[in-house]
């Protein structure tokens, strides 16, 4: 990408491998993406597809035996892969903020939430109690929780889901962090609670202009959310792009499935488009492209040779139809 | 009237109520000086379904539609109200059938899958010899679009949506007429879901089969249904026919839910919505039960229930604001 400089987390073929007894499996090849301040970049695909384990992967979270094997992550002008984990812990909460799924099971249940954002402000920032309850305080009024001075006292039980991951955002948001990695944040909610912490997401990425990794699996938080998109298919990037022409004009044949199986709000149709099979087991990845054993117009290429991230306009896609034909 | 009401209703609800005890144990309860506490999850609600189509019951979460569905397989026993079946192909009121959401834990781990969709017909005594069990299990793992040699496999070797494959071939095993579907596409990926909600809705055709849907997804409930009833707090504040529902929608909460549902080719983007949480259902608003996220409440919604009214367009509704002419959406 052009604006390499000016990215604020640039991820350079990464490539994640799991060592096990009946051979090394590969979670992860190949992903190349970067995020600039006060964008969103929604990362979409299947279950399993390796949108979590990028994220860990970038917090330098990943579970042993799990390893980095091979490219670069750097956030601003440092290099964050080869860092040991006490670097790490430096870097997680401070520069990359984090949002989990179940708002419940990432908070503390023993202690209000007053105490747990104080905590996490003063070990990453150089602050007294005093100032730390108050920029708490602020923080919650940040992410829209009515009477925060009042509610900072109160145990996360005490919250309804929703205003419980608002207090999770907040959380993520105490040290000023230049990324957030937001992981499946709307899922555990209710519509009509989703669609007020997408908002308040969006707002506070371009408020505080935070570069944001937003990975889900529903295509309308990204709809609704994203600047660009990065959909993934068996731990690669197969195509990544502006929101509006991954949505609308994907030119990925799995990305164009996946659009056209989703059910329309609009006119009703008799039977949706569906790609036939599932996304293939990680130590079972097809030779060639990935995607050819479910692919509508996959060529004797595509079983020989794996296609490449090619840019194509403002976006980048991996197909051979998109680069040379499929013969 | 509809063309769809006008049906035979293969199912008749009538003043359904489920109320659960959720008191704390007795001696708490003397202790602390603390009232029994019950939980009206199903209050007073009325549907029919018509034979051979799809009702859709939509909801957010603890809006007691799960529970409509287990009051209706007989999983749950009501409170009060009336559940009547209408007479099947055989004379006696058809059976029905429920696909669970999570494929994941409605399966037994340690069955093979032949065992798992044999177990209906062997306990039913639907076929007599064990080479007919397995012809019939055979038929519906093809059915399905599974394959036959599939029934020697262990549920794990299979995906997601393959496994609610399986699923569907049990409980079409014992050939119900009537099938309701908790939420049978939450935990599937959307190209999978597609692949599901196809399957379903080409079994509904072959076997003139009637689902009662439950689900929280919207679009995927207008793929599915003919009628959608839209539950809050425990109860149906809103049903009507599919294309109406969404054309018109007449109470406040189905607008703020059509209004917040993630649309892909018309994003909302920047614009927030405030639109408050679900109260408790243990404390329950009075009057209207959805009066205090109401837009357009008056003082009237925060004291007296409304009744369930029809419009001439046959939706029924739960508003006492609500017209025969649409409300400004």
């Known amino acids: 990408m052009g604006e390499a400089e000016k990215a604020v987390i640039d991820v350079r073929n990464l490539k994640v491998e799991f060592p096990g007894r009946r051979g090394t499996v590969t979670p992860l090849s190949d992903i190349s993406l970067s995020i600039r301040a006060g964008e969103i970049l929604g990362v979409v695909g299947e279950s399993g597809a390796g949108k979590s384990m990028t994220g860990l992967a970038i917090q330098g979270l990943l579970e042993r035996p799990g390893r980095i094997s091979g490219g670069e ?3 601003g002008d440092r290099r964050i892969d080869t860092l040991d984990d006490r670097a790490m812990e430096q870097i997680r909460g401070r520069e990359i903020g984090a949002i989990f799924q179940d708002p419940l099971t990432s908070l ?3 202690f209000t939430v007053g105490s747990q954002l104080t905590e996490t402000i003063r070990l990453h920032l150089a602050m007294g109690k005093v100032e730390a309850r108050a920029r708490a305080v602020q923080l919650l009024r940040d992410v829209g ?19 419980r991951q608002r207090v999770v955002i907040a959380l993520a948001l105490s040290a000023s962090p230049k990324l957030i ?4 944040p709307t899922t555990a909610l209710d519509v009509s609670i989703q669609a007020q912490i997408i908002s308040l997401l969006r707002r506070l990425c371009k408020e505080k202009q935070t570069a944001v990794m937003l990975v889900t699996h529903d295509m309308g938080v990204i709809a609704e959310a994203a600047d660009r998109v990065a959909v993934m298919y068996a731990g690669r990037l197969i195509e990544i792009g502006p929101v509006e022409q991954v949505l609308h004009a994907p030119r990925h044949p799995y990305t164009q499935g996946l659009m056209a199986s989703i059910p329309s709000l609009g006119a009703r149709v008799e039977k949706l488009n569906q790609i036939d099979g599932s996304m293939p087991r990680l130590d079972a990845i097809p030779t060639g492209c990935a995607f050819n054993p479910r692919c509508v117009s996959v060529g004797a290429r595509c079983l020989r040779e794996r296609p ?9 896609n991996a197909c051979w139809l998109n680069a040379g034909g499929t013969a | 009237m509809t063309a769809s009401a006008q049906k035979k209703p293969a199912l008749t609800v009538n003043g359904l109520v489920k109320t659960f005890d959720v008191s704390a144990p007795w001696l708490n309860r003397v202790i602390e000086r603390k009232p029994r506490q019950f939980v009206q999850a199903v209050n007073d609600i009325d549907f029919t379904v018509p034979a051979g189509g799809c009702l859709s019951i939509v909801g957010e979460s603890g809006c007691g539609k799960s529970t409509v569905a287990r009051l209706v397989t007989g999983l749950h026993k009501a409170s009060a109200g009336e559940i ?3 007479p099947g192909r055989a004379g006696a009121p058809l059976s029905a059938q429920m696909i669970f959401q999570d494929p994941y834990a409605s399966l037994n781990p340690r069955w093979r899958v032949k065992n798992i969709i044999a177990e209906p017909l062997r306990e039913l005594k639907l076929r007599n010899t064990a080479a007919e069990v397995i012809e019939r299990v055979e038929e519906l793992l093809l059915t399905v679009g599974l394959s036959a040699s599939d029934g020697e496999k262990f549920p794990h070797e299979f995906s997601g949506g393959q496994r609610q494959r399986i699923s569907i071939a049990r409980a079409l095993a014992s050939e119900p007429e009537f099938l309701v579907c908790d939420e049978p596409t939450s ?4 190209s999978v879901q597609a ?8 079994l509904q055709d072959e076997l003139g089969l009637t689902y009662l849907f439950i689900s929280h997804d919207m679009s995927v409930v207008r793929h599915m249904s003919d009628r959608i009833a839209v539950m809050y707090l425990g109860r149906i504040v809103e049903e009507g026919d599919t294309e109406e529902l969404f054309a018109r929608p007449r109470h406040p909460y189905t607008q703020l839910l059509l209004q917040t549902i993630p649309n892909i080719n018309a994003p909302r983007r920047d614009r927030e919505l405030a639109t408050g949480e679900v109260p408790s259902p243990l404390k329950p608003p009075s009057g209207c039960p959805f009066h205090p996220r109401c837009p357009i409440a008056t003082a009237r919604c925060s004291v007296e229930v409304p009744a369930v009214r029809a419009l001439a367009n046959g939706t029924r509704v739960a508003c006492h604001l609500a017209t025969d002419k649409p409300a400004s959406a």
Do not use: T
Request: proline share 8%; no cysteine.
């Open chain 2, 187 to 190: 935990a599937l990926d959307v």
């Open chain 2, 195 to 202: 692949q599901v909600l196809n399957l379903m809705r080409r």
């Open chain 2, 84 to 86: 009547r079946f209408a």
């Open chain 1, 308 to 316: 490449e991230l090619i840019a194509v306009g403002d976006g980048a």
């Open chain 1, 108 to 110: 503390n249940p023993l």
């Open chain 1, 73 to 75: 992550i750097w956030l």
């Open chain 1, 145 to 163: 929780i009515p009477a925060p001075e009042e509610r900072i006292d109160h145990y996360p039980h005490q919250f309804s889901g929703g205003m």
């Open chain 1, 181 to 184: 990695i937001a992981d499946e």
